[in-house]
């Protein structure tokens, strides 16, 4: 009996931490066919001499114009459907935006393209409710008569809280792939730069201020978002351990507690309400390591 494999269209490497490359093709007709569509709409608004504004032949536009710029067009439409499909075609569940390298891109050939994306790595918590107790001691938390000011619940609660992460940091191990880790150092990162400029600074003056090189920075952030993200990890995975849930009454509670109409319409989203449940999720978790 004769079995019938599928050819994938797609090429998939698996690389270190979850990480992986995929290569795929758009073919040229595709390509060819989104260009023409790109060019048409740049002759609507041309205007060459001795033609008026949208008539000149689409050959002659096409001189003109600036043909490297409306293939970059026809890509943006283009690869995001390619790509999906390579994703889809095996099975992949990407967490980060793909990085998008060119391989070929010949005239009347199919173009080649790699993609570099990874996945959650997976997360072993065994034994996190005694990396917890252990952090958590009461010969490591501040207690009165070990000098200074008594701490009020929420400042006790706090620094318990800290000795937990640190413990969670130090203990279960989790290597991230390094472009979600780029990517999550460069979102906060940007958001320090939309600060300093909105304090009518630059980033000169900014570092200079802290007393550091950009260098510096830069791995400082990377240290913080590498932190951010294995803590992330790890709490949605005890949190799966334990089976800890969000019941939609809980969301639609704090939905109903926000300040005006306007707010809790935003929250009515999908995308809002994933992210009032993750947050709660997140926040049960943190009590319950705090009970223990």
Not at 205 to 231: F, G, V
Request: some cysteine.
């Amino acid at each position: 009996m004769l079995v019938m494999t599928q050819v994938k269209k797609s090429q998939l490497s698996r690389l270190a931490n979850q990480a992986f490359e995929l290569s795929f093709n758009i073919p040229w007709e595709a390509i060819d066919k989104t260009y023409q569509a790109e060019l048409a709409k740049a002759a609507e608004n041309a205007t060459l001499k001795g033609f008026r504004k949208g008539k000149a032949p689409v050959e002659l536009v096409e001189k003109q114009v600036n043909q490297p710029a409306l293939y970059q067009n026809a890509l943006k439409s283009l690869l995001p459907k390619y790509y999906t499909e390579a994703i889809k075609e095996h099975d992949l569940k990407p967490v980060a935006n793909p990085k998008i390298d060119t391989l070929k891109s010949e005239a009347k050939e199919d173009w080649q393209f790699k993609a570099t994306s990874c996945e959650l790595p997976q997360v072993q918590v065994d034994g996190f409710e005694t990396i917890v107790k252990e952090a958590a001691t009461p010969e490591q938390l501040w207690t009165p008569g070990s000098g200074g000011e008594k701490l009020d619940e929420k400042k006790a609660q706090s620094q318990k809280l800290g000795l937990i992460f640190k413990a969670l940091l130090e203990k279960i191990k989790l290597d991230l792939p390094e472009i979600l880790i780029e990517q999550e150092s460069g979102r906060l990162l940007s958001r320090l730069l939309a600060q300093i400029n909105r304090l009518g600074l630059v980033l000169d003056q900014y570092l200079a201020s802290i007393n550091k090189t950009a260098e510096q920075l830069q791995a400082d952030y990377k240290k913080q978002a590498e932190d951010s993200l294995r803590l992330e990890l790890i709490l949605q995975t005890i949190g799966q351990a334990k089976n800890i849930t969000v019941a939609q009454e809980e969301v639609d509670k704090v939905i109903q507690a926000a300040p005006d109409e306007k707010t809790r319409q935003a929250f009515q989203t999908p995308l809002q309400q994933a992210y009032l449940n993750a947050n709660l999720r997140k926040q049960k978790v943190i009590d319950y390591l705090l009970a223990l």
